[in-house]
């Protein structure tokens, strides 16, 4: 395998592992104050087709964008509702959302435009284009640096850089502010962030709030990024993959970073190598799509060891009279 193919596999890693990461922070923050959010497939499809939607009818990816983070909020909105106002159960609600998102998004863009649930093919201003960096062109010819600047670290569409900016700024935002202190104290001891006269209430509500900006950014990346429209059910499974690399990166924000990234290399060289030929049989294409999903069990199963979620995790809290 030569330079120039593996750069373009792992070019196509760093932008499948764009909505993984970005959901996979989402759901770090809200289960890091103590709300377990199954619901992140959910919002990301939520928000892809309202992202693609708004482009395809305005012609302004912005807007798309904005579009796709509002209806993500929105659904985080009603599953803070139910899980921390109601005190409902978490699980239940994260499922209702994902079911609510998947007929929701078809019914809307068959009324909208008529297409089978798909909204029209972004082009032009309708969706993120790549961004050329700086001497990118110039640097092209220099020896194994040059093109790794060009095929693997430019080129990429503003959300990429978005999203792996995003893990230094929340690990700055968790471990090293008091907002991410009582963040993280909320998800161990609500209890006693109460005492300390902090809203737990507040904290759990800003939290699902961050997840579901993250959320919207992820779906919007995956219909005006990554591909150029909507189409049914297109997150296909990414929020549970997020969830699992959450699991895997035993909710730190670095950790998400390599986990996300694995994942995506998984999928990446899923999607290159298909039809494998073995000799006596052959890997259908039907094996080498399933291979991400199996092999996301398999190092959640066998690899990642003891992985504690913080303590307050999925339970609702009822202040003390």
């Given amino acids: 395998m030569d ?4 750069l373009q ?25 103590g709300i377990f959010d199954i619901g992140l497939e959910g919002k990301m499809l939520a928000a892809a087709f309202f992202a693609a939607a708004l482009a395809a009818i305005t012609g302004s990816v912005w807007l798309g964008l904005l579009a796709g983070i509002a209806a993500s909020l929105m659904l985080s909105a009603i599953h803070g509702l139910a899980s921390i106002t109601f ?22 863009a068959q009324d909208l435009f008529s297409q089978g649930g798909r ?6 201003k309708g969706r993120f ?3 050329t960096l700086p001497f990118a062109e110039e640097v092209i010819d220099i020896p194994v640096l040059g093109p790794i600047y060009y095929e693997l670290i430019s080129g990429h569409s503003i959300l990429v850089y978005v999203a792996f900016l995003m893990v230094p700024l929340s690990w700055w935002v968790l471990f090293r502010t008091r907002f991410g202190l009582r963040l993280r104290a909320v998800g161990e001891n609500p209890a006693a962030v109460d005492t300390a006269g902090v809203s737990v209430v507040g904290l759990r509500y800003a939290a699902v709030a961050i997840c579901g900006v993250l959320c919207g950014i992820a779906g919007a990346y995956l219909a005006t990024g990554l591909q150029a429209g909507f189409v049914k059910d297109m997150t296909a499974g990414r929020g549970f993959i997020a969830l699992a690399a959450l699991i895997f990166a035993k909710w730190r924000p670095w950790y998400a970073l390599y986990a996300c990234l694995l994942f995506g290399l998984l999928q990446a060289v899923a999607l290159r190598y298909q039809n494998i030929d073995l000799g006596l049989i052959t890997l259908p294409v039907q094996f080498m799509d399933a291979l991400p999903y199996v092999l996301t ?22 202040k003390e009279r």
């Fill in 119 to 124: 909204t029209p093919s972004l082009i032009g």
């Fill in 87 to 108: 005190r409902g159960n978490q699980l239940i609600s994260g499922v209702a959302i994902n079911f609510l998102a998947a007929g929701m998004t078809v019914l809307i």
């Fill in 9 to 33: 596999v792992l070019d196509s890693t760093v932008r499948l592992a764009t909505p993984l990461l970005l959901a996979c922070l989402a759901g770090l923050f809200s289960e890091r104050a």
């Fill in 297 to 318: 069990v398999v190092i959640l199963a066998g690899f990642v060891g003891k992985a504690i979620p913080p303590r307050a995790g999925g339970q609702p809290y009822v």
């Fill in 3 to 6: 330079l120039f193919t593996i």
């Fill in 129 to 131: 284009e790549p961004i």
